[in-house]
């Protein structure tokens, strides 16, 4: 389970693709999954450079949110645009990330992402509820390293 493109199987990323776009529909918040590798840094340092990488600041009420997982690392980060963290306390992931932990452990990456990026969705309702204007600012298609 260390080589990335067996990470997932196609019909799991399309089931991951699937729970972004329902998530999205809960918030105008903007979710996207990169995966890759591994990493040097700490996850969390190397989620905010996907995140650039990604132009992910491109987002009307800066909402963006990135899911990073380092495969073989064996480790993972999530990281919101400063819109959010304007509006939330520092541990506003924490749930998310116990959520996704969960799975990992017991090696269901897939139901962790799912479930993860359904929870995101949740959090970020109740402070960037879904708006009749809504539009995918943000790719739904899983990025990788
Ligand atoms: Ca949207
Ligand atoms: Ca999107």
Same mark, same amino acid.
């Given at each position: 389970?260390?080589k990335v493109?067996?990470?997932?199987?196609?019909?799991?990323? *399309?089931e991951?693709?699937?729970?972004?776009?329902?998530?999205?529909?809960?918030t105008?918040g903007?979710?996207?999954?990169?995966?890759?590798?591994?990493?040097?840094?700490?996850?969390?340092?190397?989620?905010?450079?996907?995140?650039q990488?990604?132009?992910?600041?491109?987002?009307?009420e800066?909402?963006?949110?990135?899911?990073?997982?380092?495969?073989?690392?064996? *480790?993972?980060?999530?990281?919101?645009?400063?819109?959010?963290?304007?509006?939330v306390?520092?541990?506003?992931?924490n749930?998310?990330?116990?959520?996704?932990a969960?799975?990992? *452990?017991n090696?269901d990456?897939k139901?962790?992402?799912?479930?993860?990026?359904l929870?995101?969705?949740?959090q970020?309702?109740?402070h960037f509820?879904?708006?009749?204007?809504d539009?995918?600012?943000?790719?739904?298609?899983?990025?990788?390293?």
């Open positions: 389970m260390s493109e067996n990470f997932l199987t196609s019909e799991e990323e *399309q991951i693709v699937a729970a972004i776009g329902k998530a999205e529909k809960n105008s903007e979710i996207r999954v990169h995966i890759e590798k591994e990493t040097s840094a700490s996850a969390i340092e190397r989620a905010v450079e996907v995140f990488m990604l132009n992910m600041e491109n987002t009307r800066r909402n963006g949110v990135i899911i990073y997982v380092a495969v073989k690392s064996k *480790q993972f980060a999530i990281y919101g645009d400063k819109g959010i963290n304007e509006k306390s520092d541990d506003f992931w749930c998310t990330k116990d959520v996704m969960g799975h990992f *452990q090696g990456f139901q962790g992402l799912i479930d993860g990026i929870n995101a969705g949740e970020l309702k109740k509820p879904y708006l009749d204007s539009t995918d600012e943000l790719s739904n298609e899983i990025s990788r390293g």
